[in-house]
């Protein structure tokens, strides 16, 4: 097993200062309501989603702007539709948390429906490893938690700054996985793929110029995608594939879907290779664009440090 560069944290004394009061109150609060009735959490999160929409100004901005970048041919009313729905999406979410960190395995399992799994398994047989993409949707603590239920992974993570959070966040994702991954542990997930282990990687986020190509995203022409994805997706012996999830209307459950390995993929050309990776993340965005995290400035960093900001 690879070494982790993010220790497991351990509980220290300190967490009980006064610092971590307000962070205590809130994981009590959230444990509590993680043993309410599914549908009623779901209903809870779409009552906090609005109160969100109403008071949370900043992050609706960035939200409405992202669609406004992405999605220009839209109807200003669609918009507004994706974004009513995308904000009660992020209270369901912060409930799902909870659910994650701290549901009982039988509880978890029978929420989830998986399909796609004898693509990694066909894999495996062959001696591969396996490298899942995936997106930031706004049930990724969940989804995590079930899918790791059916194949354990190697998610490759941001840790909280919270050292209180971190120590949540870690025992939680890991309940159902194999181990973790501090975001900077390149050798360590090189090592996992080369120990034929599923790996899970998010490469849709802005993550500056470092290792990054201008490449279309959506309808932004010019959009800093990371190369870090090939790094991975070139290790020999490796498959790269979809990790498509998505919360059941009907309020059942999850879905996760493994899509088959991506064909000629990677090639040569960094280029159009990260061009193929937004080019999938947007068809599994575009199956449930109410469910992904808008919330974020995907396009902050422009192809000139002195081009003007596309959030002002």
Request: proline share 5%.
């Amino acid at each position: 097993m690879s070494k982790n560069k993010v220790l497991q944290p351990n509980f220290k004394l300190s967490f009980l200062l006064p610092q971590y009061w307000l962070t205590w109150l809130g994981v009590i609060i959230l444990y509590t309501i993680s043993w309410l009735p599914y549908k009623v959490q779901l209903a809870l999160g779409r009552l906090v989603g609005r109160l969100l929409l109403k008071i949370a100004s900043s992050r609706k901005k960035v939200a409405l702007r992202n669609l406004e970048l992405c999605f220009p041919e839209m109807s200003d009313a669609e918009r507004q539709r994706i974004l009513k729905e995308n904000f009660e999406n992020t209270g369901i979410a912060l409930f799902e948390t909870g659910m994650g960190w701290w549901w009982p395995d039988w509880r978890i399992k029978r929420k989830f429906t998986i399909t796609g799994l004898e693509h990694i398994e066909a894999a495996k047989a062959d001696g591969q490893g396996v490298l899942l993409l995936a997106m930031h949707y706004l049930s990724a603590e969940i989804i995590g938690r079930g899918f790791g239920h059916a194949h354990p992974l190697v998610i490759f993570y941001r840790p909280h700054n919270n050292q209180l959070m971190e120590f949540f966040q870690f025992r939680g994702r890991g309940r159902s996985n194999k181990y973790m991954l501090g975001k900077r542990d390149v050798k360590g997930l090189i090592k996992a793929l080369r120990d034929k282990e599923s790996c899970l990687y998010l490469p849709d986020q802005d993550y500056g110029r470092n290792r990054s190509l201008f490449v279309p995203h959506f309808a932004v022409k010019e959009t800093a995608t990371t190369t870090g994805t090939l790094i991975f997706a070139r290790q020999k012996d490796t498959k790269t594939m979809m990790m498509i999830p998505k919360r059941k209307e009907d309020g059942s459950g999850y879905t996760v879907e493994i899509t088959p390995p991506l064909v000629d993929f990677p090639t040569d050309n960094d280029e159009h290779d990260v061009i193929r990776v937004n080019q999938e993340v947007e068809k599994a965005i575009l199956r449930k664009p109410e469910q992904y995290m808008w919330l974020h400035r995907r396009f902050k960093t422009r192809p000139n440090e002195d081009d003007p900001s596309l959030y002002k």
